[in-house]
């Protein structure tokens, strides 16, 4: 298990109950700091002394104190313990759980793990040690999971366009024949049909007459 | 005779002049005074938010954590304590959230897209169409700011309000105009009407700071439908 972790969170509470929590959980040596600044120096420290961290969980915003600090949020520590030792796991722990930024972290920074700060924290913290310890695989709070899906419903204007000629009449081989002299790209009945049940899986309709109602309704055609 | 004649065209001509000079500098300063207007509220409405966020969202996060691990209370009232806690922490987040800081750079596609999903879950499809096709860049902030935020409100009243199943998001770029149309299928605004009011009238304002407009339909069968339509290019705001 993690022999060596970092703690940089500025909230004494939430500093008191994680460690505790390591401790009572993890045959771990716990450090914890509330400065960013501090946090990195700790980081270069222990790769000086030949005993470097394996594990840091950090907070991503920290309150602006009387100290002067040179590093004021958890993403740019995150960047710079990364260009100091790259292979360091490190677990985001906020209660920032906006989907750009959860994402930003897991694609540009590569962080091993995201906990949001809530009920099951606890829970999710230790889940999320586990996880990383043992496997190569990431870990992000369920609740936000399906937050930065990467899969979006979009559909564009040959969409509309297939809506509109069957709320028409037109029937699926026509329309397949006037795309195809409209040079769109997908013409061919089967992929008609595959667009067809992509919408009615979209706008949630149960058959093509469901379907050309349903948007009717809505305005698109 | 002559002289005085003279004189008057120059006086006439002077005063027309400064008339106009006047008329120019009204407008140039209105609209100055407008677009910090805009970014006025937009730094005010981050700084709140961050401080509800920092300040009290986290010390309830560290109660919880504290009510959790100490023996201040127990047995059910413990699990009732921090159940209580627990929603007014996810309260408080959730207004931080609303008014977060918005990235206008290059990633502003990318995370309008995000939000948008955001709103999708089992009970509501979000439909996105042509996000791409804008060409964000050449957008200005305020009006990337007031869109994201428009868009925002919608959803939100969407999920509070509407019993929506379906909803469409379509974004157009004609005739140097940004047109983005919003349709659900939901209870629609006669029935909404009451509670919609605040949030349409927020709408309403963010559009107008950025010299667009909103236009409810009511001509669909169903659901509430509303295109908001800007200039996607002003020398201001």
């Known amino acids: 298990m993690f022999r060596k972790i970092l703690l940089v969170e500025d909230i004494d509470s939430i500093s008191y109950g994680v460690t505790a929590l390591l401790q009572r959980n993890f045959d771990a040596e716990v450090r914890s700091t509330k400065y960013c600044d501090e946090a990195l120096l700790k980081v270069k420290k222990a790769i000086f002394e030949k005993q470097p961290f394996d594990l840091v969980i950090t907070d991503l915003s920290f309150q602006e104190t009387h100290r002067e600090t040179k590093i004021t949020t958890g993403e740019e520590l995150i960047g710079l313990i990364k260009k100091e030792q790259p292979r360091l796991k490190i677990i985001a722990y906020s209660v920032d759980d906006k989907p750009h930024k959860v994402k930003l972290l897991f694609d540009t920074y590569k962080i091993n793990g995201f906990v949001a700060k809530g009920r099951d924290s606890i829970t999710q913290l230790i889940e999320a040690i586990d996880l990383i310890y043992h496997t190569a695989e990431v870990f992000i709070s369920p609740q936000l999971a399906g937050s930065i899906k990467e899969f979006s419903l979009e559909i564009d204007d040959d969409d509309i366009e297939l809506l509109r000629c069957l709320s028409i009449g037109m029937t699926q081989s026509e329309i397949s024949e006037i795309f195809r002299i409209q040079h769109k790209k997908t013409s061919s009945t089967s992929s008609i049909e595959k667009r067809l049940n992509k919408l009615k899986a979209y706008f949630k309709a149960n058959n093509t007459i469901h379907l050309v109602a349903i948007t009717k309704d809505m305005g698109l055609i | ?237």
Request: proline share 1%; aromatic share 8%; net charge positive.
């Open chain 2, 1 to 237: 005779m002559e002289i005085s004649k003279d004189y008057n065209k120059v006086l006439l001509l002077g005063l027309a002049f400064s008339i106009f000079t006047s008329i120019f500098l009204f407008f140039q300063v209105r609209q100055k005074h407008r677009k910090e207007k805009v970014f006025e509220a937009y730094s005010a409405e981050t700084r709140i938010s961050r401080k509800v966020h920092d300040e009290i969202a986290n010390e309830l996060y560290g109660t919880i954590l504290f009510v959790a691990n100490e023996e201040v209370v127990s047995g059910a009232k413990k699990d009732r304590l921090i159940s209580q806690l627990d929603d007014i922490y996810l309260r408080t987040r959730n207004i931080s959230r609303e008014s977060n800081d918005i990235d206008t750079g290059l990633r502003y596609a990318v995370q309008l897209k995000l939000m948008l999903n955001c709103y999708s879950t089992d009970a509501v499809n979000v439909i996105i169409k042509g996000i791409d096709k804008v060409d964000w860049e050449k957008i200005s902030v305020a009006k990337k700011i007031a869109t994201h935020r428009v868009l925002q409100e919608l959803m939100t009243n969407m999920t509070k309000h509407s019993e929506a199943t379906v909803v469409l998001v379509d974004f157009k770029e004609e005739k140097k105009k940004i047109q983005i149309t919003y349709s659900d299928n939901g209870k629609g605004l006669r029935t909404e009407k009451i509670i919609f009011k605040n949030g349409l009238q927020n709408v309403e304002n963010r559009m107008d700071s950025i010299d667009g407009s909103v236009i409810f339909d009511t001509k669909p069968r169903a659901g509430f439908h509303l295109t908001l339509t800007y200039p996607a290019h002003t020398q201001y705001v």
